[in-house]
């Protein structure tokens, strides 16, 4: 079993900072591509950042200079930092890593359960 919890959304206003944190855990062989998506209401699920293993980041232009995505690979974590918010950032943000599990020969996407982020104006 394969597990993604996201923590660290909450309330920020703008022109302020949050940072998320992702963690995988449970029967993990290897880890590939991580990256956050997000969901406004009313909207479709759309990809913010993402980060393969080679720490390689691409991000989405609306957030490019303002968001970071890191990882650690010893915590199995994926990190988005992000700064000067702007109303337009509320939403559900969901991370997602391919991972390979113990006992099997294939990568497959996990899904965190998301959490709320609102910025206030």
């Known amino acids: 079993q394969v597990h993604l919890v996201e923590s660290g959304g909450g309330l920020g206003q703008a022109g302020g900072s949050l940072r998320l944190s992702c963690r995988a855990s449970g029967t993990i062989f290897s880890i590939n591509t991580m990256s956050w998506h997000r969901q406004a209401p009313g909207k479709q699920r759309e990809w913010v950042a993402g980060?393969?293993?080679?720490?390689?980041?691409n991000y989405t232009n609306s957030v490019k200079g303002r968001f970071a995505i890191s990882r650690d690979n010893v915590k199995n974590t994926v990190y988005l930092q992000m700064n000067s918010l702007q109303p337009e950032d509320t939403a559900v943000y969901y991370c997602?890593?391919?991972?390979?599990?113990?006992?099997?020969?294939?990568?497959?996407?996990?899904w965190g359960p998301g959490t709320q982020v609102t910025v206030s104006s």
């Open positions: 980060i393969d293993s080679q720490n390689n980041t």
């Open positions: 997602n890593a391919v991972i390979r599990a113990v006992r099997t020969d294939m990568h497959r996407a996990f």
